[in-house]
T-cell receptor
């Protein structure tokens, strides 16, 4: 049972444009959401997070939006840079418990 | 600060053989996790330790997988006997009490079972 879903396995964007990565979840008990970025042969690294009490969190070029009623979150990267090319995982948890991960979206930023 | 250390990085074994992976978390991180990531999927939790006690091992195939965290620091994950479907990257992660939801991952140990 996949509680966190990333329906787009890949995304290609031109350098300088906006990248939008989407994530849906089914468990209404989730109250904390994170995005991780993964380069080949490395472990996932934390990128940005958002609590369910907020609907937006921004950190430099990265912004995460949360729509609780739709059980949907998105990661916006603007402007996109070639170094952003990686696999992005959405993850969710309830309380201080286990993270449930999506299947990932491979972002390619074309110079 | 030093990151999460894992070894070996790569391991190839025949089915029915055994294998062990080692993890040393970030110093001071009380919580340690082992995740399994099969190609094309997201990481899936196998076991979570709080200090040297098990918090969650509900997804650990206990007939073949075992894990321990002696002295509440480093940890070992063992598979015996291995099956073809165990081919995956085994990721170790740790978190502090204050940042419980933010896990820091190691580079992973890639297992290929032939």
């Amino acid at each position: 049972d996949q509680q966190v879903k990333q329906n787009s396995p890949s995304l290609s964007v031109q350098e300088g444009r906006i990248s939008i990565l989407n994530c849906d979840y089914t468990n209404s008990m989730f109250d904390y959401f994170l995005w991780y970025k993964k380069y080949p042969a490395e472990g996932p690294t934390f990128l940005i997070s958002i609590s369910s009490i907020k609907d937006k969190n921004e950190d430099g070029r990265f912004t995460v939006f949360l729509n609780k009623s739709a059980k949907h979150l998105s990661l916006h990267i603007v402007p996109s840079q070639p170094g952003d090319s990686a696999v992005y995982f959405c993850a969710a948890s309830s309380g201080a418990n286990n993270l449930f991960f999506g299947t990932g979206t491979r972002l390619t930023v074309i110079p | 600060e030093a990151g999460v250390a894992q070894s070996p990085r790569y391991k190839i074994i025949e089915k029915r053989q055994s294998v062990a992976f080692w993890c040393n978390p970030i110093s001071g991180h009380a919580t340690l996790y082992w995740y399994q990531q099969i190609l094309g999927q997201g990481p899936k939790l196998l076991i979570q330790f709080q200090n040297n006690g098990v918090v969650d091992d509900s997804q650990l195939p206990k007939d073949r997988f075992s894990a321990e965290r002696l002295k509440g620091v480093d940890s070992t994950l063992k598979i015996q006997p291995a099956k073809l479907e165990d081919s995956a990257v085994y990721l170790c992660a740790s978190s502090s009490s204050s940042g419980a939801n933010v896990l820091t991952f190691g580079a992973g140990s890639r297992l290929t079972v032939l």
